[in-house]
C-alpha cells in the first residue's frame, strides 16, 4: 500500500486491512472447525463453531463502519477509492463464508455413527478444496495479487466438479433405500455449503482484479455446477 500526504488516511486504510486479516484468519479456523465437526460427528466443536459466528459478524460491522467513515473524512479518489469499496465486499464475502462454515457444522448434530466413510470422505475432499480457494484468496488479496487471485478465479471448476460428483452419489444412495434420504440430504447441504464458499472465493478474486486493474473481469465465470439441470430416475421414470 502506497503512503498518502495525510498519514491519517494510511493509518485508516491499514486498520481496515488489519481487520480484514482478523477476520480471514477466524473465518479459515471456523472452516476447518467445521469440516472437522463434520467428518467426526463431534457436536462440541460443532457447537462452538456456531458460537464463534457471532465474532465474524462483528467484524464485518466494523470493516463496513470504518470503510463509510473513511469514505466520509477522506473523500478518497480512483484506485484508494476502490481500495475501501473492494474492502467492503471482502467482508461481506467473508462474512457468508462464515455463515456457510456455520451451517455446515449444525449438520454436525444430525449425523449418524453408521455413517458410511465413503460418503463422507468425498464432502470432506470438498471441505478441504474450499479450505484451499480461501487461503489463496486470502493471500492474494493480502498481497494484492491479481495473478493469483485468477487462479483461484479458475481453479473453482474443480470444486464445483466434485459437487457434481457427489450429487449424483448421494442421490443414488437416497434411491437405492429411503432410510438414507435423511443423511444424505444432510450431506448434500454441506457439500453445497462448500461449493458456495468456492463461489464467494471467485468473487473476492473478482474484486481483486477490479482493485488493481481499475475494471471489472471481462471473462465469464467458470461455473460447472450442472446438480440444477440434471435428470433423476425415480421408479423407472424420469424427472428434471
Request: hydrophobic share 40%.
Amino acid at each position: 500500500m502506497s503512503e498518502h500526504t495525510v498519514k491519517s488516511y494510511d493509518d485508516d486504510l491499514t486498520q481496515i486491512k488489519t481487520m480484514l486479516a482478523q477476520m480471514g484468519g477466524l473465518v479459515e479456523q471456523q472452516l476447518d472447525d467445521a469440516i472437522d465437526s463434520l467428518t467426526r460427528r463431534d457436536t462440541a466443536l460443532a457447537d462452538r463453531v456456531i458460537q464463534n459466528d457471532e465474532r465474524v459478524d462483528v467484524l464485518e460491522h466494523q470493516v463496513e463502519e470504518k470503510a463509510i467513515l473513511t469514505i466520509a473524512r477522506r473523500q478518497p479518489m480512483a484506485r484508494d477509492l476502490r481500495e475501501i469499496m473492494v474492502a467492503i465486499r471482502v467482508a461481506s464475502d467473508l462474512e457468508r463464508i462464515g455463515d456457510l462454515a456455520k451451517n455446515t457444522a449444525k449438520r454436525t448434530h444430525a449425523m449418524s455413527d453408521q455413517l458410511p466413510r465413503k460418503l463422507m470422505a468425498g464432502v470432506t475432499r470438498m471441505g478441504r478444496l474450499a479450505q484451499v480457494e480461501l487461503k489463496n484468496i486470502l493471500d492474494a488479496y493480502s498481497n494484492s495479487n491479481a495473478e493469483l487471485a485468477m487462479e483461484v478465479w479458475r481453479s473453482d471448476e474443480d470444486l464445483d466438479a466434485l459437487y457434481n460428483s457427489i450429487f449424483r452419489e448421494l442421490l443414488t444412495y437416497m434411491m437405492e433405500d429411503p432410510r438414507n434420504i435423511s443423511l444424505c440430504t444432510h450431506l448434500l447441504f454441506g457439500a453445497k455449503n462448500m461449493e458456495r464458499i468456492g463461489d464467494h472465493a471467485t468473487n473476492i478474486a473478482e474484486n481483486i482484479h477490479y482493485l488493481v486493474n481499475g475494471k471489472p473481469l471481462g471473462e465469464g465465470r467458470p461455473k460447472k455446477d450442472v446438480t440444477s439441470g440434471m435428470r433423476v430416475e425415480v421408479g423407472g421414470a424420469s424427472e428434471e
